[in-house]
């Protein structure tokens, strides 16, 4: 069982190395954005292997934490490349 | 019960794999990066949904431990992830990344440059 689990955290982790190829060679930035983005995800899937693997459930707040630090990382990133600004000045100030 | 319990496990996490994989190769193979967020968007997330509801049977069966914050983690990729690719494809459309050369209809565009003109229209010079 744990052979199985440890094939698949390489496979992931071998993906992630995959993704990173693309955050190096990407021909522009959104590439770059949505190549981090899913290798947060990635990150993700192998901490969820790790806990099994160390038969602890004490890794799995991080699972979470890491989806929404992620998911602030890539609103607040398109945000800046949309609009130049990522917290933007309100009219009458 | 226990053989069903591990085959469901191990099925569940090798879905989630080989969903891992097919995004790592859409990745790198699609041409212009709204067919890349296509791929990255959509099977990552069912990937990593299939692979922690496997850990999830596994931490409650094997291990007698039922964990909300998986539960909470899976919802929460659910809701954010697809709202992260649409973000993320917005914005390399109006920063101006052009599409493959394959593509044939483009009705974004219509839309675009009549907003453009509407809030030129709205906004004052004088800034």
């Known amino acids: 069982m744990n ?8 496979l992931v982790i071998l993906s992630m190395l995959g993704l990173l190829y693309r955050v190096w060679k990407g ?14 995800v990635m990150l ?5 292997l790790f806990s099994i693997l160390f038969d602890t459930p004490f890794f799995i707040d991080a699972i979470l ?12 990133f398109s945000k800046f490349i949309e609009r130049g600004e990522i917290i933007e000045r309100g009219p009458n100030r | ?6 085959i469901l496990i ?23 990066v ?4 296509h791929a990255a968007s959509k099977s990552a997330t069912l990937g990593v949904m299939s692979l922690l509801l496997g850990v999830f049977l596994h931490f409650w069966w094997n291990e007698g431990h039922f964990s909300v914050a998986l539960l909470l983690g899976i919802v929460f990729l659910f809701i954010t992830s697809p709202i992260g690719g649409h973000l993320m494809t917005r ?10 050369e394959l593509t044939v209809a483009d009705d974004l565009k219509e839309a675009v440059i009549e907003l453009r003109i509407e809030s030129d229209k709205n906004t004052p010079d004088d800034e």
């Open chain 2, 10 to 32: 191990v099925l569940l996490v090798t879905v989630g794999i080989i969903f891992t994989i097919v995004t790592v190769i859409g990745i790198l193979r699609l041409p212009d």
């Open chain 1, 3 to 10: 052979v199985f689990y440890s094939v698949c955290l390489v």
């Open chain 1, 44 to 48: 993700i899937s192998a901490i969820a």
């Open chain 1, 65 to 76: 934490l890491i989806a929404i630090m992620s998911f602030i990382g890539t609103v607040s």
């Open chain 2, 91 to 100: 914005a390399a459309y109006m920063s101006g990344v052009k599409p493959t």
């Open chain 1, 27 to 40: 021909p522009s930035v959104p590439d770059r954005l949505v190549a981090l983005d899913a290798v947060g």
């Open chain 2, 34 to 37: 709204y067919t890349r967020a």
């Open chain 2, 1 to 6: 019960m226990d053989l069903i319990a591990d």
